[in-house]
T-cell receptor, first 114, second 112 residues
Framework: KAGVTQTPRYLIKTRGQQVTLSCSPISGHRSVSWYQQTPGQGLQFLFEYFSETQRNKGNFPGRFSGRQFSNSRSEMNVSTLELGDSALYLC???FGNGVEEKLFFGSGTQLSVL | GENVEQHPSTLSVQEGDSAVIKCTYSDSASNYFPWYKQELGKRPQLIIDIRSNVGEKKDQRIAVTLNKTAKHFSLHITETQPEDSAVYFCAAMRTGRRALTFGSGTRLQVQP
C-alpha cells in the first residue's frame, strides 16, 4: 500500500508570490490534514478536510487555504508569501471514521521564501 | 484550545539504557495520544498510540503510559539502540476533531 505522497518535495519562491502544494492520501483514507513545521514553532495544525469539506481549522491567517477533491486528494495554497512562511509543510491522512484515528504523514514539501 | 508540554527537550543516554519522555496536556476532552519519531530530513512516523480508556500499552521495546487524572502521558524506550536516535513528538487529539496538538519535541541521542 502506497503511503502519503506530497509534491513537490522542494519549492523556492519570493515574497508576494503564491504557491500550491499537493497531497495524495493513503488509499481508502478520506481525511487529509495539513501541518506546518518550523524550528521555532514546531508542528502546528493548519486545517483538515473530509469529504471535500473543511472540518477543522487552526490559527493561521486566511492566506492559507486548501481544498479536497472527490478522490480525497488535497491541495494547499498560500497566497502573498511572507518570509515567515518558510517551513516544511506536512500532509497527513487517516480514515476519518471516528474509530481508527491513526494519522500517517507524508515526507512534506520544504518551502523556502526569499 | 489544547496545549501540550513535552520534557525534556534533549536527552542523551548510553546504548542499552532506558529513555523516558514526558508530556502533559490541558484539554480534558482529549482522548487519543500518539507518539511520532522523526529522523533528520524524514517524515514523522507513528510509533505507538494510546486511547484514554487504556492506562498502558506496550510494543516490544516501546511503551506508553497515561494518567488521565493528572493529564500526563509518557513514552518509555528500553534497551536503547543508536537507531533510536531521533526527535520524538507527543501529541493529543479529541476523537472526531482530527487535529493533533503536538508537544515541542525531544531530541534523543543514543551514544554507542
Amino acid at each position: 500500500k502506497a503511503g502519503v505522497t506530497q509534491t513537490p518535495r522542494y519549492l523556492i519562491k519570493t515574497r508576494g508570490q503564491q504557491v500550491t502544494l499537493s497531497c495524495s492520501p493513503i488509499s481508502g483514507h478520506r481525511s487529509v490534514s495539513w501541518y506546518q513545521q518550523t524550528p521555532g514553532q514546531g508542528l502546528q495544525f493548519l486545517f483538515e478536510y473530509f469529504s471535500e469539506t473543511q472540518r477543522n481549522k487552526g490559527n493561521f491567517p486566511g492566506r492559507f487555504s486548501g481544498r479536497q477533491f472527490s478522490n480525497s486528494r488535497s491541495e494547499m495554497n498560500v497566497s502573498t508569501l511572507e518570509l515567515g512562511d518558510s517551513a516544511l509543510y506536512l500532509c497527513a491522512s487517516s480514515f476519518g471514521n471516528g474509530v481508527e484515528e491513526k494519522l500517517f504523514f507524508g515526507s512534506g514539501t520544504q518551502l523556502s521564501v526569499l | 484550545g489544547e496545549n501540550v508540554e513535552q520534557h525534556p527537550s534533549t536527552l542523551s543516554v548510553q546504548e542499552g539504557d532506558s529513555a523516558v519522555i514526558k508530556c502533559t496536556y490541558s484539554d480534558s476532552a482529549s482522548n487519543y495520544f500518539p507518539w511520532y519519531k522523526q529522523e533528520l530530513g524524514k517524515r514523522p512516523q507513528l510509533i505507538i498510540d494510546i486511547r484514554s480508556n487504556v492506562g498502558e500499552k506496550k510494543d516490544q521495546r516501546i511503551a506508553v503510559t497515561l494518567n488521565k487524572t493528572a493529564k500526563h502521558f509518557s513514552l518509555h524506550i528500553t534497551e536503547t539502540q543508536p537507531e533510536d536516535s531521533a526527535v520524538y513528538f507527543c501529541a493529543a487529539m479529541r476523537t472526531g476533531r482530527r487535529a493533533l496538538t503536538f508537544g515541542s519535541g525531544t531530541r534523543l541521542q543514543v551514544q554507542p
